[in-house]
């Protein structure tokens, strides 16, 4: 790969991860607007997020960016179930909390879970891992 291909990757990549973060954060803002504004019901609201994520991930199969796997449902379903309620749990934060504190509470998720993994499954993590969870946390204590 030559220089001018590697710059286009990174900066599509960047382009990329830019686009992600903008959208997730207008999500955040409208969502709680919603919330405040109208008093729109929380599962109604997730319903929707569900709904459009289906749509955005058939357009995504349509214009072929991924091809989808054929599974056992036994085999995703505690996967499946967890998905759903970590998306129910975190708009009943956002409907209940702050902005602040609803991002505060989901940047703890990846933390925790690494803290459950260790302690009830006895799952070891690189270094590496585990340094990314100090800016997280140190970025957390400073609220």
Same mark, same amino acid.
């Given at each position: 790969?030559?220089?001018?291909?590697?710059?286009?990757?990174?900066?599509? +990549?960047?382009?990329?991860?830019?686009?992600? &973060?903008?959208? $997730?954060? !207008?999500?955040?803002? %409208?969502n709680?607007?919603?919330?405040?504004?109208?008093?729109?019901?929380?599962?109604?609201?997730?319903?929707?997020?569900?709904?459009?994520?289906?749509?955005?991930?058939?357009?995504?199969?349509r214009?072929?960016?991924?091809?989808?796997?054929? +599974?056992?449902?036994?085999?995703?379903?505690? &996967?499946?179930? $967890?998905? !759903?309620?970590?998306? %129910?749990?975190?708009?009943?934060?956002?409907?209940?909390?702050?902005?602040?504190?609803?991002?505060?509470?989901?940047?703890?998720t990846?933390?925790?879970?690494?803290?459950?993994?260790?302690?009830?499954?006895?799952?070891?993590?690189?270094?590496?891992?585990?340094?990314?969870?100090?800016?997280?946390?140190?970025?957390?204590?400073?609220?």
């Open positions: 790969m030559g220089l001018s291909e590697a710059v286009s990757l990174n900066g599509r +990549l960047l382009l990329g991860l830019l686009v992600n &973060l903008s959208a $997730s954060i !207008c999500i955040v803002f %409208v709680k607007w919603i919330y405040v504004q109208y008093g729109f019901p929380n599962m109604t609201l997730t319903l929707l997020h569900f709904v459009m994520t289906a749509l955005g991930l058939y357009i995504c199969q214009l072929n960016i991924f091809s989808p796997k054929t +599974l056992k449902p036994t085999k995703i379903l505690l &996967l499946a179930v $967890s998905f !759903c309620g970590f998306v %129910v749990f975190t708009n009943l934060s956002l409907q209940n909390n702050t902005i602040g504190t609803y991002q505060l509470a989901k940047a703890m990846t933390p925790v879970i690494i803290v459950i993994q260790t302690v009830y499954y006895k799952k070891t993590f690189s270094t590496r891992i585990k340094l990314t969870l100090v800016r997280i946390i140190k970025s957390n204590n400073k609220h």
